[in-house]
Antibody
Framework: QVQLVESGGGLVKPGGSLRLSCAAS????????MSWIRQAPGKGLEWVSYISSSGSTIYYADSVKGRFTISRDNAKNSLYLQMNSLRAEDTAVYYCARADGQWLVQGYRYYFDYWGQGTLVTVSS | QSVLTQPPSASGTPGQRVTISCSGSSSNIGSNTVNWYQQLPGTAPKLLIY???QRPSGVPDRFSGSKSGTSASLAISGLQSEDEADYYC???????????FGGGTKLTVL
C-alpha cells in the first residue's frame, strides 16, 4: 500500500535551517508529481511547493520562494524540502503528498491522492 | 487570505443533506478542476472528491461534488456523526502556478 513518511521536523531558531524528508513506498515514486503542504496550528492548509516526476519543473508559494528548496531522489524514493531563513510564521505541520497532474479539456487536474502523517516544524527563539 | 473562499462553518443533524460552497476566480476554479479534502480531528487530510465530481474508491456516494463557472460545492447527504470534520476545496491556480486552497469549513453534526 502507498506510504509516505515525513521526518526531520523539530524546533529551530528564527533564521535557522531544517531539511525535511519524505520516504515513499508502495508505488513507483518516479512516476508521480509530489508536493509539500503545510498547516499552521489551528489554521487551514497552505500549499508550499510542487515538483514534477523527473524534478525538471518546480514551483513555490510566494511565501517561501527564495528560502525553501524542493528536491527529489527517485533512486531513493525520497522527497526533500530544504528550509532556510526560517521565520516564526513557518511554524506548521508539513505534509508531503503524492499528486496526480494531468492536462484535460476542462483544465489542469492536479490533486493530492495520498498524504503523509506530517512532521511538525516549530520556529521559535 | 485564502485563494478560494469557503464558509468557516456548517452544521446539520444526522440524516440531513448539507452543502459547502467554494468560490474562486477565472484563474483557478474557472479554468481548472476542483478537489475536496476531508480532515478528521488530529489526522492528515484525505482526498474526498477530485476532478470536480469524481469519488476515489472507498469514499461513500453520500459525498458529491459539482462545479459551475468560478464556484464549486460539496454535498453530503444522509449526514452521519463521523462526517464531523474540516473540509477544504482546492484547485490549481494559473496565476500562482500553484495550488490554491479554501480556508476550510468546519462541519458540525448536531
Amino acid at each position: 500500500q502507498v506510504q509516505l513518511v515525513e521526518s526531520g521536523g523539530g524546533l529551530v531558531k528564527p533564521g535557522g535551517s531544517l531539511r525535511l524528508s519524505c520516504a515513499a513506498s508502495g508505488f513507483t515514486f518516479s512516476d508521480y508529481y509530489m508536493s509539500w503542504i503545510r498547516q499552521a496550528p489551528g489554521k487551514g492548509l497552505e500549499w508550499v511547493s510542487y515538483i514534477s516526476s523527473s524534478g525538471s519543473t518546480i514551483y513555490y508559494a510566494d511565501s517561501v520562494k527564495g528560502r525553501f528548496t524542493i528536491s527529489r531522489d527517485n533512486a531513493k524514493n525520497s522527497l526533500y524540502l530544504q528550509m532556510n531563513s526560517l521565520r516564526a510564521e513557518d511554524t506548521a505541520v508539513y505534509y508531503c503528498a503524492r499528486a496526480d497532474g494531468q492536462w484535460l479539456v476542462q483544465g489542469y487536474r492536479y490533486y493530492f491522492d495520498y498524504w503523509g502523517q506530517g512532521t511538525l516544524v516549530t520556529v521559535s527563539s | 487570505q485564502s485563494v478560494l473562499t469557503q464558509p468557516p462553518s456548517a452544521s446539520g443533524t444526522p440524516g440531513q443533506r448539507v452543502t459547502i460552497s467554494c468560490s474562486g476566480s477565472s484563474s483557478n476554479i474557472g479554468s481548472n478542476t476542483v478537489n475536496w479534502y476531508q480532515q478528521l480531528p488530529g489526522t492528515a487530510p484525505k482526498l474526498l472528491i477530485y476532478s470536480n465530481n469524481q469519488r476515489p474508491s472507498g469514499v461513500p456516494d453520500r459525498f458529491s461534488g459539482s462545479k459551475s463557472g468560478t464556484s464549486a460545492s460539496l454535498a453530503i447527504s444522509g449526514l452521519q456523526s463521523e462526517d464531523e470534520a474540516d473540509y477544504y476545496c482546492a484547485a490549481w491556480d494559473d496565476s500562482l502556478n500553484g495550488v490554491g486552497f479554501g480556508g476550510g469549513t468546519k462541519l458540525t453534526v448536531l
